[in-house]
């Protein structure tokens, strides 16, 4: 499952992002980001994962059950460009599916 979503730059709100983002140690706003705004992000939340042989693959059909490595209720991961980056759970959001973060990962735990 993969989402994307953009915020305008007027609508991110002060709270929404940290003071520090490095540097000089100076107070940041939203508006130090601007240049980075643009650049494209590829969002990816993983429900689980399953090893199969290429003959298993192949008698997959349409109602065909696919055992995953996650039971359920467990958490879920959620990655930016590849990098483990949070957990989560899957919600459902006006008929859609989303995931609401529930754990940020940081690099070091990662």
């Known amino acids: 499952m993969s989402m994307e979503d953009s915020l305008s730059l007027d609508e991110l709100e ?3 992002l940290p003071n520090d983002f490095g540097g000089d140690g100076g107070e ?3 508006h130090d980001l601007a ?3 643009d650049v494209p992000v590829n969002i990816s939340a993983v429900l689980g ?3 199969m042989s ?6 997959l059909a349409q109602g065909s059950v696919l055992e995953l490595d996650r039971k359920v209720g467990e958490a879920i991961d959620i990655y930016v460009n ?3 980056v ?3 759970e899957v919600v459902v959001v006006d008929e859609r599916l989303g995931v609401t ?3 940020i990962i940081k690099s070091e735990d990662a």
């Open 14 to 16: 002060g709270g929404d």
């Open 28 to 30: 940041k706003s939203a």
């Open 35 to 37: 240049p980075v705004f």
């Open 49 to 51: 994962k399953a090893s």
């Open 54 to 59: 290429v003959a298993q693959l192949l008698k």
């Open 82 to 84: 590849n990098r483990l």
């Open 86 to 88: 949070a957990r989560g």
């Open 101 to 103: 973060m529930t754990e």
